[in-house]
Every structure is written in structure tokens, then in C-alpha cells.
Nanobody, 124 residues
Framework: QVQLVESGGGLVLSGDSLRLSCTASGRSVSVSVMGWFRQAPGKERELVAAISWSGVSTNYAGSVRGRFTISRDNAKNTVLLQMNSLKPEDTAVYYC?????????????????WGQGTQVTVSS
């Protein structure tokens, strides 16, 4: 049993920043990759960023590269997403996910556990 809990979402203005946090708890697992995904109304869920749990490898969606930064704290079983220069098109429900065997290049199907999601709304 693994639980992922996200926090840090909210309502902000264009150009503002938010930091999302995701902490894993429960039964211990061997973490390969953790990632952030987002889903806007009427759109498919998409990868925002992923980070390997060993080494220092990251993968970002082109739409957020240069604005968002994913980081990890292995000791605390936590992954963070620093979001800067937010735009209205970033509005979505953001989900934290954990893969026990995938890579930073893996699709959604490689992720074994998912958080409940946290709403991020950016107004113009």
C-alpha cells in the first residue's frame, strides 16, 4: 500500500509562482521515477516533468521547460515542482505519480501509483 499526497495548488495570477509537493507514504517501494502530470478539462493527461530516483536525470514537457523545475528529496520520499511564470494555459489538475520500473521517458502506463490531484488555476 502506497499513498501519494499532493499539496500546494491554488489560485494565482499570470506571472506568479507556485510550488507543488508530493510525499509518498505507506509500504516501502523501490522508486525508479517520479513525475508530475496535468489534465485540463476536455484534454488528455500529459506529462509535465519526471525525475529519476537515482542519478540526476529529468524530463520536461516543452511547454514548461525553462519555467518549471522538478526536484526530489529521497530521504523524505518527496518530489517537488517549482512553477514560475505561470500562464492561464497551465490551469489544470496536477497529479503526482510514481513508477517502480520506468524511466523519465516512460509514458503514463509505466506509473504504478497516483495521487489524488491538486487544482492549479491561473487567471489573467
Amino acid at each position: 500500500q502506497v499513498q501519494l499526497v499532493e499539496s500546494g495548488g491554488g489560485l494565482v495570477l499570470s506571472g506568479d509562482s507556485l510550488r507543488l509537493s508530493c510525499t509518498a507514504s505507506g509500504r516501502s517501494v523501490s522508486v525508479s521515477v517520479m513525475g508530475w502530470f496535468r489534465q485540463a478539462p476536455g484534454k488528455e493527461r500529459e506529462l509535465v516533468a519526471a525525475i529519476s530516483w537515482s542519478g540526476v536525470s529529468t524530463n520536461y514537457a516543452g511547454s514548461v521547460r525553462g519555467r518549471f523545475t522538478i526536484s526530489r528529496d529521497n530521504a523524505k520520499n518527496t518530489v517537488l515542482l517549482q512553477m514560475n511564470s505561470l500562464k492561464p494555459e497551465d490551469t489544470a489538475v496536477y497529479y503526482c505519480a510514481l513508477s517502480t520500473s520506468g524511466t523519465i521517458w516512460s509514458p503514463l502506463s509505466a506509473y504504478d501509483y497516483w495521487g489524488q490531484g491538486t487544482q492549479v488555476t491561473v487567471s489573467s
